[in-house]
T-cell receptor, first 114, second 109 residues
């Protein structure tokens, strides 16, 4: 256990559904991240929050909407997704955004869009 | 743009057969190079951070080294439980982590 939990672990949704992914960290960290991991492709950074403020949005389509109500919780709201959005969505946290601050990952949510 | 290339894509070893994984990178102002291990169905697990050329770090059967262009993860006398995908990532001046596609290691008993 890394201290980062994600729910649900698996999610199947249709293209017209709205769903949310949840991430919670119990490490006292200030930075939280969403990554997308597709088969045989590198992890892609989607969003970064530092002290609840979004500091990074890597040209992610608006059908993905992040929310960070406090330093311990991070959500990814999903709507009108496409089949190519099927992937493993990983949450991570770190003390800050410096290179000395190791990112710790949750187990991921396996998302399938039909 | 920062780039990370890992090779080989997949590696099959016999138990006890030592080998090395490669991570080649280009980055604007290296702040850190990271190695993670990822088991199927799980998130990446942190292994090492290297900050400057010439630095080395060890953990059990794993040893990571760093030059100005690449990093190696040496695996000495691997065991089946070392089977996993090994990910390399770099952090540059923009503070973002750029990951490679990983090397899938299988160690047969």
């Amino acid at each position: 256990e890394t201290g980062v939990t994600q729910t649900p672990r698996h999610l199947v949704m249709g293209m017209t559904n709205k769903k949310s992914l949840k991430c919670e960290q119990h490490l006292g960290h200030n930075a939280m991240y969403w990554y997308k991991q597709s088969a045989k492709k590198p992890l892609e950074l989607m969003f970064v929050y530092n002290f609840k403020e979004q500091t990074e949005n890597n040209s992610v389509p608006s059908r993905f909407s992040p929310e960070c109500p406090n330093s311990s919780h991070l959500f990814l709201h999903l709507h009108t997704l496409q089949p190519e959005d099927s992937a493993l969505y990983l949450c991570a946290s770190s003390h800050g955004q410096a290179s000395t601050d190791t990112q710790y990952f949750g187990p991921g949510t396996r998302l399938t869009v039909l | 743009e920062d780039q990370v290339t890992q090779s080989p894509e997949a590696l099959r070893l016999q138990e006890g057969e030592s080998s090395s994984l490669n991570c080649s990178y280009t980055v604007s102002g290296l702040r850190g190079l990271f190695w993670y291990r990822q088991d199927p169905g799980k998130g990446p697990e942190f292994l090492f951070t290297l900050y400057s050329a010439g630095e080395e770090k060890e953990k059990e059967r794993l040893k990571a080294t760093l030059t100005k262009k690449e990093s190696f993860l040496h695996i000495t006398a691997p065991k089946p439980e070392d089977s996993a995908t090994y990910l390399c990532a770099v952090q540059g001046n923009n503070n973002d982590m750029r990951f490679g596609a990983g090397t899938r290691l299988t160690v047969k008993p």
